[in-house]
């Protein structure tokens, strides 16, 4: 057996097994033989075909951020001859540890880490220009922090085999490689040092535009969709002048970003990572020589030390690449003709959060809620009795963390930008609200951040550790992903698999429930929802 041959069996043998758990076998069967070559603008690649998917990752979509490069906006990769073999995950930001995998540690398997991170990964049924597939574009979560489109959770290959789309997912900086705002404090030679993980993501779409065809995909017809902190990027690139045109649909889950961060706490977060790093603002070219780990370390912020202002590393609203925040005062203009849909799980906390201990007495519920709401006895049973009424079947774990999520941002963020976004006319919102339980340690975990992902890809066998084994899943992922697909396609989610979802607007607020049974409706728990709005304004005013 020569190199070549052995490097594309094992490919083909780690994209079946995938490393952990469950997740074995699931993408296996690759097609003995079948090594698809694409051409694309800075040279030939090779991917592997698996279950009839092609499969290409680990395609540079811009030069090394190594050295020199390090914070500045992002170049096109350095042309080859030849073909590049596409065959394994590129490296991933340099980060700390993801939330989900201190959550479920199962999950996690090794990925390879570096600066030179800007690359991206494919799934396609057929590739050639004659296809005109649609184009999921997947933007990853972890905040602004961590993640990495090469995770087991993103994988695209069943939503592209069962679906018929093209999926992308992106790797691109993070953290304090991504969102250090460098503009001002570093002067004239840092002037372009300015949301460079945000810059890098518009630097994908452009390679998108510029080379998907190839890959069987339509680069007139592209959606851009993310999930938390992925969803808070979907939502800046609506604001963000560069990335007009280069996506022509949106999908936000669990997320939003109504605001990007001001310039003044972009500076305060610079100038707090230099004194920790015992830079000064005339050495600032040394930070491209300290190693990432000390510039992970020094951007590190477990809780603000003694004096020091909140580190806030995120796109910050900088008058050019970002001119104005994201959803605040009202959506954007910008991307008026751009079909958007959003939504959230029921109980989104419990990702971070400890689940309510089983059973929760009344006097349990009244404290969480209190704590939850700073609220007093009588409002805290005011609240709790809205919500009984509305979900009579609901123990007081549920109430607990339905509460405790309405109340969050993973909820109020989405509801915010579903009602700006609608407001503003133009193309329609599509709201949905996911409240499938999972049945792993024991239920406890309910509808947690992250749970609607596998199902959006279609591959709920591939994370048993997440959705379990029970019959009900295949079904509503099938829906799900139906609906996302033909979202994708059309910039409206129904198919034949769901009833009537009509668009969102500020009488009715039609919303579609995933669930066992799957159900639109007319403003659902709207009186929880008044609620929860009527404390906040009392808590702002108090």
Known sequence: MNRRTFLYRSA???????????????????????????????????????????????IPYGASTT???????????????????????????????????????????????????????????????????????????????????????????????KHDVVVVTVNH???????????????????????AGMRDIVAALEWVRDNIAAFGGDPKNVTVFGQSGGAGKVSTLMAMPSARGLFHRAIAESGAALTGVSRADANRTTETILARLGVKAAEINRL???????????????????????????????????????????????????????????????????????????????????????IDDSDADRVIAVYRKGRPAASNGDLAATIATDASAFATGPNTEAERKAALGGAPVYRYYFSWYSPIRGGQLRSFHTLEIPFVFDHVD?????????????????????????????????????????????????????????????????????AIAAITAANRRG
């Open 12 to 58: 083909a043998a780690a994209a079946g097994s995938l490393a952990v758990g469950s997740i074995r076998g699931v993408f296996a069967q690759s097609s003995k033989g079948s090594q698809p070559i694409v051409a694309t603008r800075a040279g030939k690649i090779r991917g592997v075909t698996v279950n009839a998917v092609k499969t290409f990752k680990g």
């Open 67 to 161: 050295g020199r490069a390090r914070f500045e906006p992002p170049v096109a990769p350095r042309p080859w001859t030849g073909v590049r073999d596409a065959i394994a995950l590129g490296p991933k930001c340099p980060q700390e540890q993801d939330a989900l995998f201190r959550l479920l540690p199962e999950l996690e398997r090794p990925e390879p880490v570096g600066e030179d991170c800007l690359c991206l990964n494919v799934w396609t049924n057929a590739v050639g220009s004659d296809n005109k597939r649609p184009v999921m574009v997947w933007l990853h979560g972890g905040g602004y922090a961590t993640g990495s489109g090469g995770f087991v959770l993103y994988d695209g290959a069943e939503l592209a085999r």
């Open 173 to 195: 900086r993070l953290n304090v490689f991504g969102f250090l705002y460098l503009a001002e404090v570093g002067g004239a030679n840092y002037s372009h040092a300015t949301n």
């Open 288 to 374: 491209h020589e300290i190693p990432y780990a000390e510039l992970l370390a020094a951007a590190a912020a477990p809780g603000a030390r003694a004096g020091e202002p909140p580190i806030r590393l995120a796109p910050v609203v900088d008058g050019s690449l970002l001119p104005r925040d994201p959803f605040t005062p009202d959506a954007p203009p910008l991307s008026a003709d751009v079909p958007l849909l959003i939504g959230s799980t029921a109980t989104e906390v419990l990702f971070a959060q400890a689940p309510p201990s089983e059973p929760l007495d009344d006097a349990g519920l009244r404290a969480r809620v209190k704590q939850t709401l700073r």
């Open 462 to 530: 591939a994370v048993k550790e997440m959705t379990g084994t029970g019959p009900d899943r295949a079904p509503l992922a099938a829906r799900m992903a139906g609906a996302w697909t033909a979202f994708a396609r059309t910039g409206n989610p129904n198919h034949a698999g769901l009833p009537e979802w009509r668009p969102f607007e500020a009488q009715k607020r039609t919303t579609m429930i995933f669930d066992k049974e799957c159900r639109a409706v007319e403003d659902p728990y709207r009186e929880e929802r008044l």
